[in-house]
């Protein structure tokens, strides 16, 4: 199964960490935002004043996210308690959903979309590793 892992930018390190469990669960993430360098994207990723001043140097950036996400099975959703910077992980929610995408938000509720009954919700990244985690190794075993 492909994953696509969507989350604040700033919390790309940790998302490094969830995609080295999932590996090693046997899934792929396709979300290579991940990996992005400073070099490419700023220390705090492409904030709303570097998009609007500088478009066109932002906008590959959205379409790999999305030719990512696109080739995910399932769409993992990590939220977190206060605003949203730049709102591209909702935004990825969307397009999960319009796609017919299984959707998993691991956190807190942020907005009404996530209360979707077609969601899965995890409160936390620990409880979403127990879910997984017993459906896997059963049928690694068999």
């Not at 939220?79 to 299984?102: C, F, M, Q």
């Not at 997984?132 to 190794?137: D, I, Q, R, V």
Request: aromatic fraction near 6%.
């Amino acid at each position: 199964m492909k994953v696509y892992v969507a989350a604040r930018f700033t919390a790309q390190q940790e998302m490094r960490g969830v995609r080295d469990v999932l590996t090693v669960l046997g899934y792929e993430v396709t979300s290579s935002w991940i990996d992005l360098s400073v070099s490419e994207v700023g220390p705090v990723g492409l904030t709303p004043d570097v998009m609007n001043a500088d478009p066109g140097r932002c906008a590959p950036h959205a379409a790999a996210d999305m030719a990512d996400l696109l080739r995910a099975d399932t769409v993992m959703v990590f939220t977190s308690v206060g605003p949203s910077t730049t709102g591209g992980r909702h935004v990825e929610l969307g397009i999960a959903l319009a796609a017919g995408k299984r959707v998993i938000l691991v956190g807190p509720v942020e907005n009404i979309f996530q209360t979707l009954p077609q969601i899965e919700r995890y409160p936390d990244w620990p409880r979403l590793v127990m879910a997984f985690t017993p459906a896997h190794l059963t049928g690694a075993l068999a």
